[in-house]
């Protein structure tokens, strides 16, 4: 089973001997090979289903924020510019991935050229790593609004909100890129066949007949400075939210004020539960037929990207407003 983008970049820390190379040599493989999901072939039109539906919805209802704001003058504000932030990063992800995975449960497609594999890597990992930071940016933007309200049109301006996601962007971009550098470099003399629906990091360097330890250390260092501190980040950010609203004098006071943050405390569960929950079976579920494994880690790609619409959809009464302008037909 292949790691899933946030926790797993260590995979397995592995030494091959010189005795691996007595194979056939991939040195310069020209494609890989994804098997989709193993053993599960004979009901891939039926699995094709879900993951199309699921496909869809987030295609639509990320596409559907994105309108919404850029029509609504009203939603020009930092939390709904870093939520078109999200929305464009989801769009990405989940279309790094699907696409290739239909591809192979209609068409049995499953080449895919070497460049091509690392660069899906690449936006997997980085793109997966943005989502982390606008959660961050996103806990950034409640702190500031609920600790510092008269603040806040002062302190997140247009241009501090681009500077942020332009942050955003260059730390994931720059600390990604070493995955598909080192991963060239390798060569690849098992086999050029992935026993998985995309190509993940792991994936791909155990095919590699060398040692990989640097990778393995790499994405170690990656987890704990990218992840690591953005959780870090978000807990300290909800830790002076918290005490902010225990300090209001009435419970619904509390209660308004707490409920502004519903949204993006179901965002932030909805990206790392399923990861979490992912990297628990990766480690411990040896037992799991890979087939499972792989279909989960696939199912775990698509949920942020079909979730955070739907959690901002609902729980934005803004949003939630002008969607229902848009199929209802206006009296004139």
Known sequence: MQETPLCLRVGHVLHYTMSDTNTTDFSNPSTFILLGIPG???????????????????????????????????????MYYFLCMLAVTDLVMSTSTVPKLLSIFWFNS??????????????????????????VAMAFDRYVAICHPLRHSTILTTSVVAK?????????????LPYP??????????????????????????????DIRISSYYG?????SVIGMDVFFITVSYTQILRAIFRLPTKDARLKTFGTCISHLCAILALYVPD????????????????????????????????????????????RGRLLQLFTLKET
């Open 40 to 78: 599960l072939e004979a009901a891939y039109i039926w699995i094709s289903i879900p993951f199309c539906a699921m496909y869809a919805i987030a295609m639509l209802g990320n596409f559907t924020i994105l309108f919404i704001v850029k029509r609504e003058p009203s939603l020009h504000e930092p």
């Open 110 to 135: 499953r080449e895919i050229s070497f460049t091509g594999c690392l660069t899906q890597m690449y936006f997997v990992l980085s793109f997966s790593d943005m989502e982390s930071g606008i959660l």
């Open 276 to 319: 979490f929950f992912s990297s628990l079976m990766y480690r411990f579920g040896h037992n799991v037929p890979l087939h499972l494994q792989v279909l989960i880690d696939s199912v775990y790609l698509l949920v942020p990207p079909v979730l955070h619409p739907i959690i901002y959809g609902v729980r934005t009464k803004q949003i």
């Open 220 to 224: 170690l260092f990656e987890l704990f």
């Open 164 to 176: 942020i996601g332009l942050a955003v962007v260059l730390r994931s971009g720059i600390l990604t």
């Open 181 to 210: 550098i080192l991963a060239r470099r390798w060569p690849y003399c098992r086999t050029n066949i992935i026993p998985d629906s995309y190509c993940g990091h792991t994936s791909v360097v155990n095919l590699a007949c060398a």
